[in-house]
């Protein structure tokens, strides 16, 4: 097979395998009301520990476990290992008899999240990165893009299988749709070639530009970037989480708050693969001032404007600003290979787009929600968010500036 051709199949399997799991993993906010319906609404907190606790799984497993596991095996393999996953995940689920099985399935869905998302989206296709020349940042963003539409499918999905049938059935349903397309991953994308060892190893490594992980720790645009991704993430996921609440809170109905958030997810699947294009084009810098400018556009104009004028068009015009911070995800690899080269790009990006990311993400309902609660007001909690994106963005830029990269190419300076 010619190398072409199994580039293809790479993009093509990971597409797949990003669909499903990131589809899996969306499902959660369809199924709460039946889970209240079923243990009582006074409950709700304790439920929504399963989406906590599944983050900061998610955020442990791709920080410290991500490259280990991927020295061991291949991404088709990993896929594999998704899939049952998530059939454990959605038995769990649908045989819960306690709140306490929920939380724990919160656990393998965050383990599923981490292993069969963003970053091992990127790992299967880095072997191919000289197959696509000047558009990788292009099949990044179509990979990465894919599990933005498996996230929108999937919230969906469940909503019509739940007028036919019992919320359990629905869960196995959807065990039965992940396992198949996360073995469709594994049989499409082609089996890599063993590791080298040994000497020749050595020197393909020592020929590979770039820092390894170790030495990217060390340096202080690590930790800008791990912050800078994290606040990003805080900010763009409070903000969606509490939209509905928020024009529910100025008159708008629940249905149309919902759409609301079904008009976020649609264009943000747009920007995530505009994202790529957007990075050829001007860069990594440009890439953060697309994402952070608009989001924090948005966020203000709902906090300072919106209660005054309660219309739809301006809560859309709002969303749509908004749904620029999907390219957080974007920014992660891209930002990785720019500071620290591709040496060691599939060990120091998760924790990137995994670790920080969704550390952010377990963070993201407590830091915005308790100043809401705390403040009374959701405007204050909005501005919030829109200072600490900012803060994220100047957090990047001071990495950039910080550049290990360069010393690296010119050790005198």
Known sequence: MDTMK?????????????????????????????????????????????????????????????????????PRVVFLLCGVIAVVYCLLCSFASGIWMIILAGLFGGINLAFGTHAMGVATITPYFGSYGAKVSTIIALVLASAS??????????????????????????????????????????????????????????????????QAVGTPSFWLVFFGILFLAISYLGISTYMPSLLTTFGMTQSTASAMQGVMQGVGILFVFLGGTISSKLGVKGLILFTVVPLVVGALLYALVYPNLAVIWLAVICSVLCVTGAMTSNICPVITATLFGNKDLNAINPIFSGGAFWGGAALATQVIGRIITATGSFSKGYITAAGICVAGMVLLFAALAANPMKKAVNPSK
């Open 149 to 214: 539409v498996g996230a929108t499918a999937f919230s969906f999905l469940p909503g019509v299988l739940l007028a036919v049938m019992a919320w359990r059935k629905v869960y196995l349903v959807i065990m039965a749709v992940v396992l198949v397309l996360n073995v469709m991953a594994y049989v499409i994308i082609p089996k890599q070639a063993g590791p080298e060892t040994g000497a020749a190893a050595a020197v393909q490594e020592d020929a590979m530009p770039g820092l390894t992980k170790k």
């Open 6 to 74: 199994k580039a293809r199949r790479a993009v093509l399997g990971a597409c797949i395998a990003l669909f499903a799991n990131m589809g899996l993993n969306s499902t959660f906010s369809v199924f709460l009301p039946s889970f209240t319906a079923q243990w009582g609404e006074e409950n709700l907190a304790t439920i929504a520990l399963s989406a906590t606790f599944g983050c900061i799984m998610t955020f442990l497993c791709t920080t410290f476990l991500f490259s280990v596991l991927l020295k061991k095996t291949q």
